[in-house]
């Protein structure tokens, strides 16, 4: 039986959780056990129910109860369901929902590095993303074009973040990811090693080979490597992999944005053999 709960007190601490706590408030790193994340649209919170994420509360337009949310809230059971017209949940988290509907679910514990690698063929390695927006790109263009697995080095903006949920239409729960614990790169680098990987960085430099050279695709294990914005792949990490790659321009375009550059690049490199 659905737990259905107008909203009459914009101050009910149970709605913090919508309207007052940041992101890094979520994340709750002095009690990880009670770590939160928030997904928004009906199909980003069914992809992270199928992940197997636990709901703790949803906040949906009045109008979604027996509209576009009702199976989600089947699915949810008795948890509580915070609800109004769209201008009250406006006023309360101060952002027009998209699709109206948000769901506030407990946060899983990352996998080893060495679990997600473990049967995988091609993976990406992401260093030091700090944009959610490219962040979440990156995962939607991964888990289209056939890559198997997500490294994140500790600098890494938060995949779990509202934005970078969304912008990846929910993917970050349908492709295996996790953060690389240790010295970057040197630990991340002989694991990647250590699990059998050949790494290719994708660098602007003229010591590059380009991206469709055929040593790639027959490589059997392949890490691509990809870096922040603006400054790209750190010239230690370009230094440790076994290739530099470029991806061509013309028409005077020095660089992609990183997140363009991972779509371009996965595709090119899961082609079979």
């Known amino acids: 039986m659905p737990n259905i709960i107008e909203i009459t007190d914009f101050n009910a601490p ?29 199909n980003v919170i069914h992809r992270a129910l199928d992940a197997g994420c636990i709901p703790v509360s949803l906040l949906l337009e009045r109008k979604h109860i027996e509209g576009q949310a009702r199976s989600i809230i089947e699915r949810c059971g008795e948890l509580p369901v915070y609800t109004g017209p769209l201008s009250v949940l ?32 091609r993976i990406a390695v992401l260093e030091n993303v700090m944009n959610p ?54 630990a991340g680098m002989a694991l990647l090693r250590r699990l059998g990987f050949r790494t290719a960085a994708l660098a602007l430099r003229d010591d590059t080979i380009p991206i469709d050279d055929p040593r790639l695709l027959q490589e059997p294990l ?3 490597l990809l870096g922040t914005e603006g400054d790209g792949l750190a010239d230690s990490t370009i230094a440790s992999c076994d290739y530099s790659v470029k991806i061509p321009m013309s028409h005077g375009v020095d660089s992609l944005n990183v ?7 996965f595709y090119q490199l899961c082609k079979p053999v």
Not at 101 to 116: D, K, N, Q, S, T
Not at 149 to 159: E, F, H, Q, S, V
């Open 14 to 42: 149970e709605l913090d959780v919508y309207a007052r706590l940041t992101e890094n408030q979520l994340v709750n790193r002095a009690d990880p056990a009670n770590a939160l994340f928030i997904a928004e649209s009906p």
């Open 90 to 121: 406006t006023e309360l988290t101060g952002f027009p929902l998209t699709r109206g509907v948000l769901c506030a679910m407990r946060r899983p514990v990352p996998p080893p590095a060495e679990e997600i690698c473990k049967n995988a063929r």
């Open 133 to 186: 927006t490219n962040l979440g790109a990156i995962f939607r263009s991964a888990a289209a074009l056939n890559m198997d697995a997500i490294l994140l080095t500790p600098a890494c903006t938060d995949a779990l973040y509202r934005r970078c949920v969304r912008v990846s239409m929910g993917t970050v729960f349908q492709i295996p990811w996790t953060y690389l614990e240790g010295s970057w790169p040197e």
């Open 222 to 224: 392949l890490a691509v």
């Open 259 to 265: 997140a363009a550059a991972s779509a371009v690049a």
